[in-house]
Nanobody
Framework: QVQLVESGGGLVQAGGSLRLSCAASGSISSINAMGWYRQPPGKQRELVATITSGGSTHYGDSVKGRFTISRDNAKNTVYLQMNSLTPEDTAVYYC???????????????WGQGTQVTVSS
């Protein structure tokens, strides 16, 4: 199995910054893409950003130019630097990894438990 543990969420004022981290652990043989998704109150989960093992990134339109995703493959860790935060960024942020364990040849989706980010106006 693969476990994802997020950290770094919290309360911040509009215009501020936060950095989220997500560390993957377990019987991991390889990780393909890692990413962040978020679920605002009363809304569906949406893409924030993804990054491949080779470093290619993709961002949701609402965060382009403000958020930066990065990854440390040696540590199986993905980061999300969030700048110029607005109240619309308030959500539970979930870490995702497309990973394969030593027991399986298949890649599966794994999710963290989520971390709350609240931006006050």
């Amino acid at each position: 199995q693969v476990q994802l543990v997020e950290s770094g969420g919290g309360l911040v004022q509009a215009g501020g910054s936060l950095r989220l981290s997500c560390a993957a652990s377990g019987s991991i043989s390889s990780i393909n893409a890692m990413g962040w998704y978020r679920q605002p109150p009363g809304k569906q989960r949406e893409l924030v950003a993804t990054i491949t093992s080779g470093g290619s990134t993709h961002y949701g339109d609402s965060v382009k130019g403000r958020f930066t995703i990065s990854r440390d493959n040696a540590k199986n860790t993905v980061y999300l630097q969030m700048n110029s935060l607005t109240p619309e960024d308030t959500a539970v942020y979930y870490c995702n990894a497309v990973a394969r364990t030593w027991r399986s040849f298949r890649f599966n989706d794994y999710w963290g438990q989520g971390t709350q980010v609240t931006v006050s106006s």
